[in-house]
């Protein structure tokens, strides 16, 4: 029996947590050459003719850590030893002097 693979699949439906009109009407994933992507789309009716289309976006999956990043750097809690405009004074117990 071939193993199941999901490279170009996805699978998309209805966001059950839309609660305004920018939110996406459905949602979903996709994996494209073994790369994941996440799918929003809006409902939208052609001007032209009053058919209905969906308008998609795609965004790839990045890793989740376990912890937020934070990009900001806090100067008074953060510091590199080597740099004398942050090191900490216990940094100097090895001074000879």
């Known amino acids: ?4 693979s999901n490279v170009n699949r996805g699978t998309i439906a209805k966001n059950p947590r839309k609660e305004s009109d920018t939110h ?3 949602k979903g994933s996709i994996n494209v050459d073994g ?3 996440w799918l929003d789309g809006w409902q939208k009716t052609n001007s032209k003719d009053g058919s209905k ?3 998609l976006t795609v965004k790839a999956k990045e890793a989740r ?8 750097q806090d100067r008074s809690t953060s510091y ?4 004398p405009r942050t090191r900490r004074r216990d ?3 090895d001074l000879p002097f």
């Open 80 to 83: 590199d030893r080597d740099d």
């Open 1 to 4: 029996m071939a193993e199941y």
């Open 65 to 72: 850590s376990s912890a937020p990043q934070n990009h900001r």
């Open 35 to 37: 790369k994941d992507y």
């Open 24 to 26: 996406p009407d459905i």
């Open 91 to 93: 940094d100097d117990e």
């Open 53 to 55: 289309f969906y308008s």
